[in-house]
């Protein structure tokens, strides 16, 4: 009786510590790496090709893609623009009229980080309306839903800690509108408002813990979480929709198409895109510099960023106490939305009341947008 010849040495099979033996790799570098890097390369080769549903071929199906484009055209700008600022209320803005002002294409740089931070607000916004009005948080994508609810925070915290670094009339005041509205968030407002002021007042410290939270702290949180939101989409695989289109184009139809090359084409054009708009937004309209702060000087109205401006409205209209409970309200509303939509399907399984509460949630936060938009006080 033959035993059979044991396999070269090359082509015995790999087995990660406690795991399973993995097929060997295709080729001869493939085993060398699988030997040295004990992964599974098929599984690999899959996760990183997985078929995409035909929708996400038009470019407002798949603009989650987008803010994640921007958020890397932040962090290279942002580590340039680091290089010269400094995070001291008596050198802050002067560092930002020389990086304008003095440096190389330091305008250049500054205008497309401070475009790129209004475009990605923008992008985030209307990725979750499409996911939203698509009812793409359905069973089981709840958790990355509420993961987006954590993105679309802290991108808004971003802009706030961003706009607040440059030491305008505008960011300390509105850095102080933002440490009242903290102060009254009830049990641990007061608490909350001295860690972020770095004390009672605006002061030193405030600055940079913004410094710190803007290019420390946020990154770090929006890097865990786009890891988690992408993870649990790619597992999940993106919601597919039934189009009448399709469904006439009968059976045979194939319903998604490869990854690699076509979706990474998609997202490589609409980057070529982005570029090109935010250099024509960048030359056209730079970053400009408003006057200086002046703690001694409360400006007759201060206008925070346009993805501020419902705050502010509603702020005005109710009072702190209860535009921060209502506010933060609506957010929890917001954030468990997946499961209070559940419950409404069990009871009424075709209700599409959602849609109805969505469109009445964004004409409020419009109506709120363009009042503060053109109102004087
Ligand atoms: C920095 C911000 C964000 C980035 C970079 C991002 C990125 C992405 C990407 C690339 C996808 C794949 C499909 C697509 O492009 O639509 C996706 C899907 C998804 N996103 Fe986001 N997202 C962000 C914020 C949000 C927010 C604010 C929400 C909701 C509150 C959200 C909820 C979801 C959900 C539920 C899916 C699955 C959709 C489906 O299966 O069709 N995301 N996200």
């Not at 607040?164 to 509108?177: D, F, R």
Request: charged share 15%; aromatic share 14%; glycine share 8%.
């Amino acid at each position: 009786m033959t035993t059979a010849a044991p396999p070269p040495p090359d082509l015995e099979p790999v087995t990660p510590h406690g795991g399973r033996p993995l097929p060997p790799a295709r080729t001869r570098f493939g085993r060398w790496l699988q030997r040295r890097v004990p992964v599974d390369l098929e599984a690999l080769r899959y996760y990183s090709n997985e078929p995409v549903p035909n929708h996400l071929k038009h470019w407002w199906w798949c603009l989650g893609g987008t803010p994640a484009m921007l958020f890397t055209v932040q962090a290279a700008t942002g580590i340039l623009l680091s290089f010269y600022y400094v995070p001291d209320p008596s050198q802050a803005y002067e560092s930002v009229r020389r990086v304008s002002e003095v440096v190389p294409f330091g305008w250049f740089l500054r205008s497309i980080h401070r475009w790129s931070s209004n475009l990605m607000i923008a992008a985030v916004i209307l990725h979750m309306m499409r996911v939203f009005f698509t009812g793409a948080y359905r069973k089981p994508r709840e958790l990355n839903w509420m993961i987006g609810i954590g993105l679309l925070g802290t991108t808004f915290f971003f802009g706030f800690t961003g706009y607040s670094l440059v030491y305008e009339q505008l960011s300390y005041w509105g850095a102080t509108v933002a440490g009242n509205l903290t102060e009254a968030v009830p049990l641990i407002g007061t608490y909350l408002a001295r860690l972020l002021r770095g004390g009672e007042m605006i002061g030193d410290n405030t600055l940079t813990r913004f410094f710190i939270l803007h290019i420390g702290i946020l990154p770090a949180l929006i890097t865990a979480l786009l890891a988690g939101h992408i993870l649990l989409f790619r597992l999940h695989g993106v919601t597919e929709f039934e189009f009448e289109s399709a469904r006439l184009r009968g059976p045979e139809e194939k319903k998604t198409f490869p990854f690699f090359p076509d979706h990474v084409m998609t997202e490589l054009i609409i980057g070529i895109g982005l570029a090109f708009l935010l250099t024509c937004l960048a030359v056209i309209f730079p970053a400009g510099l408003a006057e200086k702060a002046n703690p001694l000087l409360t400006p007759a109205h201060i206008k925070p960023e346009w993805y501020f401006f419902w705050t502010f409205r509603w702020l005005k209209l109710t009072g702190l106490t209860l535009a921060v409970l209502s506010i933060g309200f609506f957010g929890f509303l917001a954030l468990v939305w997946p499961f209070i939509d559940q419950a409404i399907r069990r009871r009424r399984p075709a209700s599409e009341i959602s849609v109805k509460i969505g469109l009445a949630a964004v004409c409020a936060l419009l109506v709120l947008t363009v009042w503060e938009a053109v109102a004087t006080h």
